[in-house]
């Protein structure tokens, strides 16, 4: 699959135009990763966003340490993400602390990666894309939202 038709099929660009969607295709490169490569790290500057081309990847989050190692994190696996997914999206909103960690699940996976500062260069250009774009993750991030809320509500007692 061609970056651009990777892109078009992105919930993260739906309501662009093919035209569009070729502009920010342009910001871009691929990368591939190996099974248990690291890709990002929670807590480390975010500077790019991942569109997953081909493979998959696996999110995690810290939980805590591990008991027979003092220091050694505990990672819990929150998602596995495939083709034509995005992570990493909080990135083009500003250069914060990345939220998780994001490992390789499978050997050759592709990703399509844009930089923080060229996809702002854009939109200081084209407003419409930004403002489409941002409503996007803006969408993503408040179901992302309700769905942990639900999640930790349900797991504490419905209270």
């Not at 295709?25 to 997953?52: F, R």
């Not at 500003?94 to 499978?106: F, I, L, N, P, Q």
Request: charged content about 20%; aromatic content about 6%.
């Amino acid at each position: 699959m061609s970056v651009s038709k990777l892109l078009q099929h992105s919930e993260l660009f739906l309501g662009l135009s093919p035209e569009q969607v070729e502009q920010i295709a342009a910001l871009g490169h691929e990368a591939t990763y190996n099974a248990g490569e690291l890709i990002i790290s929670e807590g480390a500057p975010s500077h790019e966003l991942y569109i997953i081309g081909s493979g998959m990847v696996e999110v995690e989050v810290v939980k805590g340490t591990v008991q027979d190692v003092p220091g050694a994190p505990q990672l819990s696996s929150l998602v596995r993400l495939g083709q034509g997914q995005v992570f990493g999206e909080m990135a083009l909103i500003d250069s914060g602390a990345r939220s998780a960690t994001v490992r390789c699940a499978k050997d050759n996976s592709v990703l399509f990666v844009i930089p923080h500062k060229d996809f702002w260069a854009l939109c200081q250009n084209d407003h419409h894309i930004g403002f489409i774009v941002m409503r996007n993750i803006a969408v993503d991030l408040s179901f992302k939202l309700r769905h942990r809320n639900l999640q930790e509500r349900l797991a504490g007692g419905g209270s």
